[in-house]
């Protein structure tokens, strides 16, 4: 019988973006929640896309070589991931996904000009990162783990996600997550850390389901959390995690088969 693993309590801290919207009704909390659902899956979908493209490059040892960064964004309703040459001026590879993300639907290595989309998003990324890191939000990654930079346009404005990966196998690295909000000029206007701290839940392929536990200022799973699970549960064979909710004083729980959140009972 696959054993059940529990982390509890996991230390939460943010800016309390959704901390006025603990008193929901139940279709309020419904339609919260498909909102994370479709952003996570968003989000998984720019990190899967970069997953594979990447194991593809760095399997080119002539082409890996020219490879100086990387972008992922949406396109006409395809996935792409570009790879960056020197001084991030010119993409060198190109990949693109559309209904199967487990393999690009084309691939072009080829050196070519960036595009005007791909040149602002770029440079709005930037600046986003600049202002971060010469900032005072003390972004970074513990020993041996690495950040993602997931860049998603919000109306006029940009989001900028970022997560965790992991740095051993047989691990789900939640937390370590924020998301930064800023204008068509890369300036932060607001943001949020999900998670306090990284937790890596260790698993392996006797583990049926992982539990965390939020405190009051993120009372709802997280896209976050719903990304970097998508992204690592398939490789053990995890189908669902759950979030316990003080705030709310529910339970919810994500299913990856459904690839659905529901809300499972209340305290």
Same mark, same amino acid.
């Given at each position: ?38 952003? $996570? ?35 006409? $309703? ?56 010469? $900032? ?14 997931? !860049? ?7 989001? !900028? ?11 789900? &690295? ?59 549960? &398939? ?10 909710? &003080? ?21």
């Amino acid at each position: 019988m696959k054993r059940l693993s529990f982390v509890l309590f996991l230390s939460l801290l943010s800016s309390s973006l959704f901390a006025q919207e603990i008193e929901l009704s139940e279709s309020e909390l419904t339609n919260k929640l498909d909102s994370v659902l479709h952003e $996570g899956n968003l989000l998984y979908l720019y990190e899967k896309a970069a997953w594979i493209s990447s194991d593809s490059v760095m399997g080119n040892p002539i082409l890996k070589k020219d490879i100086r960064g990387y972008l992922s964004y949406e396109d006409m $309703g395809e996935i792409k991931t570009i790879f960056l040459g020197e001084k991030l001026q010119t993409c060198v590879a190109e990949y693109t996904f559309e209904n199967s993300f487990d393999e690009p639907k084309s691939v072009k290595i080829e050196k070519r000009e960036l595009s005007e989309k791909e040149r602002t998003l770029i440079e709005v990324r930037g600046k986003i990162l600049k202002n971060i890191f010469e $900032g005072n939000y003390e972004v970074g990654a513990p020993e041996s783990y690495h950040l993602n930079f997931i !860049l998603l346009p919000f109306g006029e404005n940009y989001k !900028l996600y970022i997560v965790t990966g992991a740095a051993k196998s047989n691990e789900i &690295p939640f937390g370590n997550d924020y998301i930064f909000i800023a204008d068509k000029t890369g300036k932060i206007t607001s943001w949020q850390k999900f998670h306090s701290r990284l937790i890596s839940l260790e698993v392996d392929d006797n583990t049926a389901e992982i539990t965390h536990s939020h405190l009051r200022t993120t009372p709802l799973i997280t896209a976050t959390d719903i990304c970097t699970f998508r992204l690592y549960a &398939p490789i053990y064979g995890i189908d669902a995690f759950s979030v316990a909710s &003080p705030a709310i004083k529910k339970y919810l729980k994500y299913s990856l088969k459904d690839n659905k959140i529901t809300i499972e009972r209340s305290y």
